[in-house]
């Protein structure tokens, strides 16, 4: 699925944003609020403000803050819903405290609300549930212009890396089409040649290209290959090149089957036998080997392709930095970063190549 963009970015909402942000606004706003009615109504005895003037503020301000909270829970960002609801529930708040204290008092709500401060908190209950209301849409709109401008940066960091994601796939596209067609010529004008003087083995070799080319190019059009196909590719290769080269070449695999059906990079290990083959022949009629082996190092799978060839004595700097090898190194940059890596050495009976891949799952 592609990475959202600016059109397609989910909305920001009340409910994304932590409650607790409001909650420590709200608590805020009702000890200050509070403050400062008791300050307004100090000149009443301390038993007044304390039994009957305090109970009734928070009310109000639990009231107000629990409905607006409500609010906002159900996505309700508009002004005027934030703002009449809470007023209502702070009149509500206060009335009902009213009442509580007639009936503790033993007196009637009538008497009650003739009293001037209770007129006065009556009035006053509807103000402060809408401060409280107004509070909370100030905040959530601030949180949701925050919200909304961290979805743009997120939506252009995704829109960055799918640009450079895409780039990668069309450089390493380009690189895996410069691998066959210098092999392709070859072989044909070898077949060409080999038509006019021996049409059997002619045929023979026609088999190998067909059954090579079967494997060969399915795999460049996937990401990454079973490591056992990847083998199966390295044995057609090495059989077609046997009977165009009309030479002796042997494979040996040291892979455990279980690691069969690890992913590398397609083309990988044939690289190396191509490499082998162009500069690890070894001298005279000499039977070419080529031995696969794999090994775990830790978090990486260790590929070896070994021949016994001269080894890299007889290399020249343009032989171990050549196309093919170069190509290779920059697929493993762009498909693992510095997690992979490509290393040749010279062991005494031949060059040894060892390919570094992070061990993946299909």
Same mark, same amino acid.
């Given at each position: 699925?592609?990475?959202?963009?600016? #059109?397609?970015?989910?909305?920001?909402?009340?409910?994304?944003?932590?409650?607790?942000?409001?909650? #420590?606004?709200?608590?805020?706003?009702?000890?200050?609020?509070?403050?400062?009615?008791?300050?307004? *109504?100090?000149?009443?005895?301390? @038993?007044?403000?304390?039994?009957?003037?305090?109970?009734?503020?928070?009310?109000?301000?639990?009231?107000?803050?629990?409905?607006? /909270?409500?609010?906002?829970?159900?996505?309700?960002? $508009?002004?005027?819903?934030?703002?009449?609801?809470?007023?209502?529930?702070?009149?509500? =708040?206060?009335?009902? !405290?009213? #009442?509580?204290?007639?009936?503790?008092?033993?007196?009637? &709500?009538?008497?009650?609300?003739? @009293?001037?401060?209770?007129?006065?908190?009556?009035?006053?209950?509807?103000?402060?549930?809408?401060? *409280?209301?107004?509070?909370?849409?100030?905040?959530?709109?601030?949180?949701?212009?925050?919200?909304?401008?961290?979805?743009?940066?997120?939506? %252009? @960091?995704?829109? &960055?890396?799918?640009?450079?994601?895409?780039?990668?796939?069309?450089? &390493?596209?380009?690189?895996?089409?410069?691998?066959?067609?210098?092999?392709?010529?070859?072989?044909?004008?070898?077949?060409? $040649? &080999?038509?006019?003087?021996?049409? !059997?083995?002619?045929?023979?070799?026609?088999?190998? /290209?067909?059954?090579?080319?079967?494997?060969?190019?399915?795999?460049?059009?996937?990401?990454?290959?079973?490591?056992?196909?990847?083998?199966?590719? *390295?044995?057609?290769? /090495?059989?077609?090149?046997?009977?165009?080269?009309?030479?002796?070449?042997?494979?040996?695999?040291?892979?455990?089957?279980?690691?069969?059906?690890?992913?590398?990079?397609?083309?990988?290990?044939?690289?190396?036998?191509?490499?082998?083959?162009?500069?690890?022949?070894?001298?005279?009629?000499?039977?070419?080997?080529?031995?696969?082996?794999?090994?775990?190092?830790?978090? /990486?799978?260790?590929? %070896?392709? $070994?021949?016994?060839?001269?080894?890299?004595?007889?290399?020249?700097?343009?032989? %171990?930095?050549?196309?093919?090898?170069?190509?290779? @190194?920059?697929?493993?940059?762009?498909?693992?970063?510095?997690?992979?890596?490509?290393?040749? $050495?010279?062991? =005494?009976?031949?060059?040894?190549?060892?390919?570094?891949?992070?061990?993946?799952?299909?």
């Amino acid at each position: 699925m592609p990475p959202p963009t600016h #059109a397609n970015a989910p909305a920001p909402t009340a409910a994304a944003i932590p409650f607790r942000d409001y909650a #420590a606004v709200l608590a805020c706003l009702t000890l200050g609020l509070t403050l400062l009615v008791v300050a307004l *109504v100090s000149q009443q005895r301390l @038993r007044v403000v304390l039994s009957q003037v305090l109970p009734a503020v928070l009310l109000t301000m639990a009231s107000s803050s629990a409905v607006g /909270l409500w609010l906002l829970a159900r996505n309700r960002l $508009q002004a005027w819903a934030l703002i009449v609801g809470p007023a209502a529930a702070g009149a509500a =708040g206060m009335l009902c !405290t009213v #009442a509580l204290l007639a009936a503790g008092y033993g007196r009637t &709500l009538a008497e009650v609300v003739a @009293r001037p401060l209770v007129v006065k908190g009556l009035l006053a209950s509807p103000l402060l549930g809408a401060m *409280v209301g107004l509070s909370l849409f100030l905040l959530a709109r601030a949180r949701q212009r925050e919200w909304a401008a961290w979805q743009v940066e997120l939506s %252009s @960091r995704l829109d &960055l890396e799918r640009v450079q994601r895409e780039r990668a796939l069309a450089d &390493l596209q380009l690189l895996q089409a410069q691998i066959e067609p210098h092999f392709l010529y070859n072989t044909l004008a070898n077949l060409r $040649q &080999l038509i006019r003087v021996d049409s !059997t083995r002619a045929l023979d070799m026609l088999e190998h /290209l067909i059954r090579y080319f079967k494997l060969v190019l399915p795999s460049f059009r996937r990401e990454r290959l079973p490591l056992g196909d990847e083998i199966a590719l *390295v044995h057609a290769y /090495l059989d077609l090149l046997r009977e165009r080269m009309d030479r002796p070449m042997r494979l040996h695999v040291d892979v455990p089957p279980q690691w069969h059906t690890a992913p590398v990079l397609p083309g990988a290990l044939l690289c190396l036998a191509e490499n082998a083959v162009k500069h690890g022949l070894p001298d005279g009629d000499q039977d070419l080997q080529l031995h696969i082996a794999a090994a775990c190092n830790g978090d /990486l799978l260790q590929l %070896s392709v $070994q021949d016994n060839g001269p080894g890299l004595g007889h290399m020249t700097t343009a032989d %171990s930095t050549g196309t093919g090898l170069h190509n290779l @190194r920059e697929r493993l940059r762009l498909s693992y970063g510095e997690y992979a890596s490509l290393h040749l $050495q010279d062991n =005494g009976n031949g060059c040894k190549a060892t390919l570094e891949l992070p061990w993946e799952t299909q």
